[in-house]
């Protein structure tokens, strides 16, 4: 096999977890953004909670301090009771008191009210605030793994961009050159495989011509359709066999 053909490929397959990595990298602020969401929307939650119960407290206190206020006037009413002359003006004050108790009612039943929403969104906010734990501590791990998660993705960036740098050191400019010119264009798949006779990078059936001269792989051929590089797994498969077996037989006569 053409030794610039095999080089070609396996730079493609660097290239292509090249970009699988970056991706990955890409991913990690997402990732990250998705596990704040939770902690945000709680956390908002329970500000939004304390505010209210403020208010429930505040709207509770005013009701008892009219209440209060309310009770001393009624008993000031029933204290004049014995100062009244007639049983006419005994009776009117009477139902003045009587309209004086309802409107107790009303102050009480407005103080009860604010008391049974106080506790029952002290229990919403009792809720929340675990919650608001739970998806901290959930943050946190995955804090913690998208760190471990890019520093590991930045070890292999590295060794496979150090890889790369040694490969295009033996790769023929001309055929980097047409290979970038490619990429630049096809985005990802440069280097396409063969089966039977059809190009796996466009789908379409290539002359048979074309496909005995891909198997030889004697030079750098391009697909008529697509332009991409073409080359026969099997030529691929046998070109590293034959690479290995010089060092085998070196191990075996050692």
Do not use: W
Not at 109 to 123: F, I, P, S, W, Y
Not at 199 to 222: F, M, N, W, Y
């Amino acid at each position: 096999m053409n030794f610039q053909l095999s080089l070609l490929v396996r730079l493609q397959q660097l290239d292509l977890k090249l970009h699988d990595l970056e991706k990955q990298q890409q991913q990690i602020p997402q990732r990250l953004h998705a596990a704040q969401l939770p902690v945000e929307q709680a956390r908002k939650r329970s500000e939004d909670l304390k505010t209210v119960l403020e208010t429930i407290a505040a709207e509770r206190r005013s009701g008892e301090q009219d209440l209060s206020a309310h009770e001393s006037h009624v008993q000031k009413m029933r204290g004049r009771l014995n100062e009244l002359k007639t049983n006419k003006e005994y009776q009117a004050h009477l139902f003045e008191i009587e309209l004086a108790n309802k409107k107790k009612d009303g102050l009480e039943e407005r103080v009860l009210l604010a008391m049974e929403q106080g506790e029952e969104k002290r229990k919403e906010l009792d809720e929340v605030e675990q919650l608001l734990q739970d998806v901290t501590k959930t943050l946190e791990r995955e804090k913690v793994e998208l760190e471990a998660l890019s520093a590991k993705l930045a070890d292999e960036l590295a060794r496979i961009e150090q890889e790369r740098q040694t490969l295009l050191a033996s790769l023929e400019k001309r055929v980097y050159h047409r290979y970038s010119t490619l990429k630049s264009s096809l985005k990802l798949v440069v280097v396409a495989t063969v089966q039977g006779e059809t190009c796996q990078g466009c789908q379409l059936q290539i002359p048979p011509q074309l496909v005995a001269s891909v198997k030889r792989a004697d030079e750098l051929l391009p697909c008529p359709y697509c332009h991409r590089i073409l080359y026969y797994e099997a030529a691929l498969n046998e070109a590293c066999v034959s690479a290995e077996e010089p060092v085998a037989q070196e191990q075996i006569d050692g």
